[in-house]
């Protein structure tokens, strides 16, 4: 190493100690006494406050009227403000950094500038921290290895030839989109389109998080989202994949200054290209309705594509997939299995099939059989199960409660599996729990929304009618939220219910809670015997719960 670089070094080392030297004896020797809260505002009213500097950290700092300097503790209270001017108290906003640290940014740009050409540890090294780490390649996959949606597909096709021939468009005037916005549950392949697209397209592929713009210095993020571009337009082309661009992309506020940098960079970049530049901004989000509507206009993400769950024959596709490279032994049915995983996405039946696997290898087996299946599919829905120790009073109060959810699930909405109930408490904290599958529907009646509230309240229901209105238990806690969720929905999304939401969506709680008791109190014989059985036997399975039911009511 060269004596100059060596030089540099010491001297950056020397003045960053020297400022730590000067912040901590400066601390020590300006430590102002602190006010307790109560006294500070004695002090304010008797008229000894001069004046107040406030800030965002956790402390105001006070100056008396005799010229002392105090803190004390920051309330953050809304009418802080307007009660210390109604006192007559002068009142500034601390907006800059505190000296101290001012003093050692300062330190830091002294130390940078000596650094500078001393090799990793000067201008390139902060250069690698403020870029994004992307993949640029060129991806070998294209449309014809996703399993999607037709719909889905089709918009995506559209898009590539913008990416392929840009001037075929501009000739006639037509604007190519710059940026597409994915949107839909988590799991269903968002990643996996746009990389398609660029494979299609044969451009190469840039994928990001949004969470990698985001950081503690603010600046930071709006120069990785720059040197992103920059690199596009270097490549000639290509498709920036923005991932969970929410971290950067929510409604504004006025309280993340590094995120709004980041963000109208983003903006800026994207009103900075034309379609000839090959470039195609692709975000994905599972919420469209959180995403800031800057980004939503015309010239921004202005194309907007769904990519929703998949329905039985995709499902089966995606099993068959994930099955390809895996032992399934000839018992196991991958039409079954895709009509009972109705919503699931594909991430979830990847997960599933991968839990079933383990499962098979922790027994030994050399093959997948349909036990795994079973025992992995129940543990997505509800979790391993965890055989506790329970009284024989718990363990009858809990066979009638899943009892309950079966009758009403059986009486109420036909279409519906009811799989599998047990009475074994789960790894999620279920005592117990009733799996029943409903069929792929895309729309939504009133009567199906209260009948599925009332399947939901159909435990609590049960443990009244067994134990009485004082003798019902907590194991209903989860059951409740969800009918509350789709009451809330049906009010305030859907205005399925009458006057104001609130109201309307207590009434459609009520409503469903009245159907199930009804439900129920016409069959109390099947709840009867299929409470006993499930007692009895702890787990039964489909045609268990079938034969039960079907007896007289």
Known sequence: MKKGRLWRRAAAFAVIGAALLVWYVRG?????RVLDYAEFWRMAEDGEIE?????????????????????????????????????????????????????????????????????????AGLAKYAAVQTDRTIPEITFR????????????????????????????????????????????GKTMLARALAGEAKAPFFAVSGADFVQVYVGVGASRVRELFRKARKAGGGVIFIDEIDAIGKKRDSGNDER????????????????????????????????DAA???EGRFDRHIEVGLPDAAQRLEILRVHTRNKPVARGVSLPDLAAQTALFSGAQLEALLNEAAIRAARRGADEIGPGDIEKAFCAAAAGDERPTPMTAEEKAVTAWHEAGHAVVTHALLPEDRIAYLTVIPSS????????????DRLLHTRRELIARIAQALGGRA??????????????????????????????????????????????????????????????????????EALE???TLREGEILEALEGEN
């Open 28 to 32: 020590q020797a300006e430590a102002p």
């Open 51 to 123: 004046a107040v500097s406030l800030g965002e950290g956790e402390n105001w700092r006070v100056k008396t009227t005799e010229g002392e300097t105090a803190l004390t503790p920051n309330p953050r209270a809304e009418d802080g403000k307007e009660r210390l001017l109604r006192l007559g108290i002068r009142v500034t906003e601390e907006r800059n950094a505190a000296p101290g640290l001012l003093l050692l940014l300062l330190a830091g740009a002294a130390a940078f500038a000596l650094l500078r050409g001393s090799g990793a540890g000067g201008a």
């Open 145 to 188: 290895d996703v399993i999607a949606s037709p719909e889905t597909l089709e918009g995506m096709r559209d898009l590539v030839g913008f990416l392929r021939s840009p001037g075929a468009y501009a000739r006639l005037g037509a604007r190519p989109p710059r940026g597409v916005m994915l949107y839909g549950p988590p799991g269903t």
């Open 260 to 291: 709004e940098q980041t963000l109208n960079a983003l903006l800026t970049e994207m009103s900075g290209f034309s379609g000839l530049d090959r470039i195609m901004v692709v975000a994905a989000t599972n919420r469209l309705d959180t995403i």
């Open 295 to 297: 980004l939503l206009r």
């Open 428 to 439: 999620r904290g279920a005592a117990g729990y009733t799996l029943s599958i409903q069929p």
């Open 462 to 531: 049960a443990e009244e009618m067994l134990l009485g209105r004082d003798g019902v238990t907590t194991g209903a806690a989860g059951d409740l939220q969800r009918a509350r969720q789709i009451a809330s929905a049906m009010a305030e999304e859907w205005d399925m219910g009458e006057g104001d939401p609130r109201e309307a969506g207590r009434a459609i709680l009520e409503e469903g809670f009245a159907a199930a008791r009804a439900c129920l109190a016409q069959r109390k014989n099947a709840l009867a015997r299929l409470a």
């Open 536 to 538: 009895e036997k702890e």
